[in-house]
């Protein structure tokens, strides 16, 4: 059962232009409400995914989880601890922005429980942060991100690179001064364009011009060359860490195994089960008025999607698949997960690899990671 709990807080002081996330900008947020309401939710989930053993892992993510009040999150968490109980080494984070505002919660974050955080920089250079939309400037991040090595045992922080006019030399001496800040752990997402976000309708009417693909390959290429020289190869296409670093949470979504999702959109997975919350908030504080939680949706996956699902979220690691492990989980024949053929073809060009026990997307492959999902992942699976 699910060992893993996602609280999703969907509040930001601003939307940021290339944000398709459940995020929302409000002038009030009632706090005592969201409380109650998300420690309803908690209840109910747990009442339904009931389960013998601890949590491991829980992480707020949003919208801007750092705008919470300290008590609200000090609150959450011991509600989860009182229904599940927490494994002694339990990986709690927290996604935060770094402004000057928030950074000065962090301690009393820490106080709450939170040992591990995750700041969405994404740039240091002023010119870019006004591009993407953020509030604070290259000052309040690197002070944001002292305060926060201060006081969490463990720091991630976020850059956005394959802006346009993103050079190879640029971005190799931004890339070299991050990995000189002394954290364990990087994302690293190129940009990219989402529909429904503002850099959409930019790019469609001519605004915006996003580096070319040839381009970003280049610049993906030089993150894995210096990542993995400074000693933070990449486990997961975007995501960098020292050994012993990996976001525990988020290896939990990787590996397909079961994960709790509560709050507005929240996800979740739990025994080949699909639950989704509404997303709006109002929405989502009515369903828990009127129901008790905040589920939309409740959707039994059948074999073949939870397959589809478990391969196309299991090549995105660097460890890839164990197979005989789906086809033990999933009663399925190796023919009925991949395409051998167009797997041959790929490990022909370098591009995938297979063991014997596992497969897995080589380093030349993984900046052309969604073709080769699509030509490996069996049509079964994909039809399903």
């Known amino acids: 059962m699910a060992r893993a709990l996602y609280i999703h807080w969907p509040f930001c002081a601003k939307k940021c232009p290339y944000c398709d996330f459940n995020s929302h900008v409000r002038t009030g947020v009632d706090v005592a409400a969201w409380q109650a309401a998300l420690i309803a939710d908690m209840r109910a989930e747990a009442a339904v995914a009931a389960s013998g053993e601890p949590l491991t892992s829980i992480f707020f993510g949003g919208g801007t989880p750092s ?21 002694s080494d339990i990986e709690i984070t927290l996604e935060a922005n770094p402004s000057s505002v928030e950074a000065a919660n962090f301690a009393a974050l820490a106080s709450a429980g939170i040992n591990r955080v995750s700041l969405g920089v994404q740039s240091f250079d002023d010119a870019e942060l006004r591009f993407l939309g953020r509030l604070h400037g290259p000052k309040e991040a690197l002070a944001a991100l002292e305060t926060a090595q201060a006081h969490f045992g463990r720091v991630s922080f976020d850059l956005i690179y394959a802006l346009p006019g993103h050079t190879p030399e640029l971005w190799h001496d931004r890339l070299n ?13 190129q940009l990219t364009i989402e529909p429904g976000t503002r850099f959409a309708s930019d790019v469609r009417r001519g605004r915006l011009v996003p580096l070319d693909d040839d381009a970003a390959a ?18 997961e296409t975007s995501n960098h860490a020292r050994s012993g670093e990996e976001s525990r949470h988020n290896l939990a979504y990787w590996r397909y195994q079961d994960y709790a999702g509560i709050g507005p959109g929240a996800h979740g997975r739990r025994g080949g089960v699909a639950t989704v919350r509404h997303k709006k908030p109002e929405n989502f504080l009515a369903a828990v008025a009127r129901q008790g939680d905040g589920i939309v949706e409740v959707r039994v996956l059948g074999v073949h999607e939870q397959a589809a699902e478990a391969l196309l979220m299991g090549l995105r690691l660097t460890e890839g698949v164990d197979l005989a492990a789906l086809q033990a989980r999933f009663g399925l024949p190796r023919a009925g997960l991949i395409e051998e053929n167009a797997l041959g073809r790929l490990i022909a060009l370098g591009l995938m690899w297979d063991d014997g026990a596992r497969i897995g997307v080589a380093p030349p492959g993984r900046a052309l990671l969604d073709a080769l999902l699509a030509d490996v992942v069996a049509d079964t699976l994909v039809a399903a």
Request: proline share 6%.
């Open 218 to 235: 280049g610049l993906f290429d030089i993150t894995q060359e210096l990542t993995s020289a400074a000693g933070l190869p990449a486990y």
């Open 177 to 189: 001064r991050a990995l000189g800040l002394g954290t364990g752990h990087l994302s690293l997402y």
């Open 67 to 87: 705008l919470m009040p300290p008590a609200l999150v000090a609150a959450l968490l011991g509600e989860a601890e009182r229904l599940r109980g927490f494994a």
